[in-house]
Nanobody, 121 residues
Framework: QVQLVESGGGLVQAGGSLRLSCAASGSIFAINAMGWYRQAPGKQRELVATIPRGGSTNYADSVKGRFTISRDNAKNTVYLQMNSLKPEDTAVYYC???????????????WGRGTQVTVSS
């Protein structure tokens, strides 16, 4: 039905930058909120940032001022610009979207398969 595909992860030194992308495809009527989550080894998945279709963005305190989330509604794509990366940002980053499949207002949540971000000290 709906697929989310992340890209842009990799290995970077502390202080460096990466830009993640997540493209949604499939039987999409509209996309409500989109977001990024991350999961480090041995830890629970946590919210990084979210962005509604219209309105203000939301960030975890740990990334405020360093990460910027944005989206291109025409491309059904969400981005995460990550600057001043720290070793503690190392995790698998997952894309999330709340999708409307038809004129019915019901929203369905979808996840990508994740992309690895590794920050070396």
């Amino acid at each position: 039905q709906v697929q989310l595909v992340e890209s842009g992860g990799g290995l970077v030194q502390a202080g460096g930058s990466l830009r993640l992308s997540c493209a949604a495809s499939g039987s999409i009527f509209a996309i409500n909120a989109m977001g990024w989550y991350r999961q480090a080894p041995g830890k629970q998945r946590e919210l990084v940032a979210t962005i509604p279709r219209g309105g203000s963005t939301n960030y975890a305190d740990s990334v405020k001022g360093r990460f910027t989330i944005s989206r291109d509604n025409a491309k059904n794509t969400v981005y995460l610009q990550m600057n001043s990366l720290k070793p503690e940002d190392t995790a698998v980053y997952y894309c999330n979207a709340k999708v409307q499949l038809s004129a019915d207002a019901t929203l369905y949540m979808y996840w990508g398969r994740g992309t690895q971000v590794t920050v070396s000290s």
